[in-house]
């Protein structure tokens, strides 16, 4: 399955999701996208940069210290706003790699991050 379609089917798997991207952190771009309407890519490179912020960024160290894991990198982000949810998470193989999706309010979050897992299994197998 190609990555696109992979990222189809965690769109189509999670209830109300509307954008799913895959990303790469380090360089803050967007690698392949599934969504529902058409997106400015801007606007998917403002997420990826989000996602780097969030999960790398300066205050990241700070709350993997609160959380009690001193010195790593967040691997989970979630974003609540008057109008969406979005999740970021980060790949358990491959630091650089993350999917970030977008969704209503009530975005079932668990069920982000068991598709994620699978997802990034999914797209790292030959």
């Known amino acids: 399955m190609s990555a696109a379609e992979n990222l189809d089917q965690f769109r189509n798997s999670l209830p109300g999701c509307s954008l799913v991207v895959f990303g790469d ?6 690698l392949c996208v599934s969504t529902r309407q058409k997106y400015p890519q801007e606007q998917l490179d403002s997420i990826c940069v989000t996602a780097g912020s969030l ?12 959380l009690g894991k001193p010195g790593s990198n967040l691997s989970r982000a979630v974003i609540l706003s008057p109008e969406d949810t979005q999740v970021f998470l980060r790949s358990p193989d491959e630091d650089a790699d993350v999917l970030c999706c977008l969704g209503p309010l009530d975005l079932d979050v668990g069920q ?3 598709l994620a897992g699978t997802t990034f299994d999914d797209m ?3």
Request: aromatic letters at 4%; charged letters at 15%.
């Open 25 to 30: 952190l380090f360089s803050q771009i967007t």
């Open 55 to 66: 999960l790398d960024g300066p205050l990241a160290s700070k709350v993997a210290a609160i």
């Open 112 to 114: 982000a991050a068991k």
């Open 124 to 126: 790292s197998k030959p």
